[in-house]
C-alpha cells in the first residue's frame, strides 16, 4: 500500500510527522506499507529548510508542487493543476490530507475525480462559522473523504449528523499531540530566554494571525495595549508574522513589556509555552497544545472548532472584543484560572491507531 501524503503549510507537517513515524515503523516489522510526501508549496516559509525536517524527524518532501500564494481561488486551482500532474506521474493507493488549509481541499477534490480514495485526518471539526475560509475547506473534504480520522468525541457526532456511517469514521486521538508529546524532551531554548534572563511562570506568550485581529491597524494597537497594561509586571514574547510586522511598523505602542521576536521553529516556540505563565491566541492547534501542557491560555476569537480545549482543557474562549481582555489577562497573571485535563485518546499514539486502521482495511 501506497499513502501518499499531503502538506500544504507549516503545521500540516507537524500533522504528518508521526505518521510518517508509525508508518516506517509498520514497514520494519515487515507490513506493505509505504509513503510518499507531497508539499504542495502553499506556503513558501524560509523556515521549511532541512533544519525544520530535521527538528520533525521526518524526511523532505519527495516534492514540492511550488504552488505558491495568490487569493484562495488562484491557489486552490494551482495546486489542483500540479497535484493532478503529481498523481498521474506517481500513482497511489490512497491520498491522506490533514487538517483544513487550501492544499486539504484541492487534493481531496483532485483526488477524487481520479478516483482515488481520500483520508482525513482531523476529521469532523467544526466551528460552526462559515466566515473562515477554514471551516468551508473541512466541510467540503469530509464530504469527499472516504475515511475519517477525528481527534474528538464531538467530531464523530458531527460527522454523523451530516449523513457520515459509523463504519468511516474512526475516532484516533491527536497527532498534533503525538508531535508534542515525542519532542518534550528535545524542545530547544531560544536566544530569547536568556536575552530577557526569562525564568519558568515570569512570562506570557502571544500569537496573532487572524485576519480580524491583526488587518486592521486601529484594532491591533488597541488589542496590544490591552494585553501589554494588563499583563504588567509580566513579560509578554509575541513571535510575529512578517506580515503582521509590516502593520506594526506605522503604529505608536504605549506598552514597553510586550516583546516582538521573529517566528521561532517549532522546538523553541514549545519550549516557550511549556515554561510560560499563559499564553493568549487566536490559534487552533495552540489552544490544544496549552490543554495538554496545563498552560492556561485565552483564544482572542468568537468561534472555535476545538471545543473540548474550554470544556476539558485549560483554554477560555472570549471573543474579540478588546474590552474583555484586561480581567481575563489579570486572571491568568494572578494564577486564578481553571485546571483543566486531558481529552480522551490525546496521548501520542494517534498516528499508530490511524497506520492500524489503515492495515486493516
Known amino acids: 500500500m501506497l499513502i501518499t501524503l499531503v502538506a500544504g503549510a507549516r503545521p500540516n507537517f507537524m500533522k504528518i510527522a508521526p505518521v510518517i513515524m508509525a508508518i516506517e515503523v509498520a514497514r520494519s516489522r515487515g507490513h506493505d506499507i509505504d509513503y510518499r510526501i507531497v508539499h504542495t508549496g502553499q506556503h513558501y516559509d524560509a523556515n521549511l529548510s532541512k533544519t525544520f525536517f530535521d527538528d520533525l524527524q521526518i524526511p523532505v518532501p519527495h516534492v514540492?508542487?511550488?504552488?505558491?500564494?495568490?487569493s484562495q481561488a488562484?491557489?486552490?486551482?494551482?495546486?489542483?493543476?500540479?497535484?493532478?500532474?503529481?498523481?498521474?506521474?506517481?500513482?497511489?493507493?490512497?491520498?491522506m490530507v490533514v487538517g483544513d488549509v487550501n492544499s486539504t481541499l484541492a487534493c481531496s477534490i483532485t483526488a477524487k475525480k481520479l478516483f482515488i480514495p481520500v483520508a482525513h485526518v482531523e476529521a469532523g471539526i467544526r466551528s460552526g462559522d462559515m466566515t473562515m475560509p477554514e471551516e468551508i475547506n473541512r466541510i467540503v473534504t469530509d464530504c469527499l473523504a472516504d475515511l475519517f480520522f477525528t481527534t474528538s468525541t464531538t467530531a464523530n457526532e458531527n460527522l454523523r449528523k451530516s449523513g457520515i456511517t459509523v463504519d468511516k469514521i474512526?475516532?484516533?486521538?491527536?497527532?498534533?499531540?503525538?508531535?508534542?508529546?515525542?519532542n518534550l524532551e528535545r524542545l530547544r531554548k531560544p536566544s530569547i530566554w536568556d536575552q530577557l534572563n526569562l525564568?519558568?511562570?515570569?512570562?506570557?506568550?502571544?500569537?496573532?494571525?487572524?485576519?480580524?485581529?491583526?488587518?486592521?491597524p486601529a484594532n491591533l494597537?488597541?488589542?496590544?495595549?490591552?494585553?501589554?497594561?494588563s499583563a504588567n509586571p509580566y513579560t509578554v514574547i509575541f513571535p510575529v508574522h512578517p506580515r503582521t510586522r509590516e502593520i506594526l511598523k506605522g503604529l505608536k505602542m504605549d506598552h514597553t513589556n510586550i516583546h516582538y521576536t521573529?517566528?521561532?521553529?517549532?522546538?523553541?516556540?514549545?519550549?516557550?509555552?511549556r515554561y510560560a505563565r499563559g499564553v493568549i491566541t487566536d490559534s487552533g492547534g495552540?489552544?490544544?497544545?496549552?490543554?495538554?501542557?496545563?498552560?492556561?491560555?485565552i483564544t482572542l476569537r468568537d468561534s472555535t472548532e476545538r471545543p473540548e480545549t474550554c470544556t476539558i482543557?485549560?483554554?477560555?474562549?472570549?471573543?474579540?472584543?478588546?474590552?474583555?481582555?484586561?480581567?481575563?489577562?489579570?486572571?491568568?497573571?494572578?494564577?486564578?484560572?481553571?485546571?483543566?485535563?486531558?481529552?480522551?485518546?490525546?496521548?501520542?499514539k494517534a498516528a499508530e491507531r490511524i497506520v492500524e486502521v489503515l492495515l486493516n482495511a
Open 64 to 70: 514540492n508542487l511550488g504552488a505558491g500564494s495568490g
Open 74 to 95: 488562484v491557489q486552490t486551482a494551482a495546486i489542483m493543476v500540479t497535484f493532478e500532474k503529481e498523481m498521474i506521474k506517481n500513482p497511489t493507493d490512497l491520498v
Open 170 to 182: 474512526h475516532f484516533v486521538g491527536n497527532v498534533m499531540i503525538d508531535t508534542l508529546l515525542f
Open 199 to 216: 525564568t519558568e511562570k515570569n512570562y506570557l506568550v502571544l500569537t496573532l494571525h487572524r485576519p480580524v485581529n491583526v488587518d486592521h
Open 221 to 229: 494597537k488597541t488589542l496590544l495595549d490591552r494585553i501589554g497594561k
Open 262 to 273: 521573529e517566528p521561532m521553529s517549532y522546538l523553541e516556540f514549545i519550549y516557550l509555552v
Open 286 to 297: 495552540i489552544t490544544e497544545e496549552t490543554t495538554v501542557l496545563g498552560i492556561p491560555c
Open 313 to 348: 482543557g485549560t483554554n477560555e474562549l472570549i471573543g474579540t472584543d478588546p474590552s474583555v481582555i484586561p480581567l481575563w489577562v489579570k486572571k491568568m497573571v494572578k494564577g486564578d484560572w481553571k485546571k483543566g485535563s486531558i481529552p480522551e485518546k490525546w496521548d501520542g
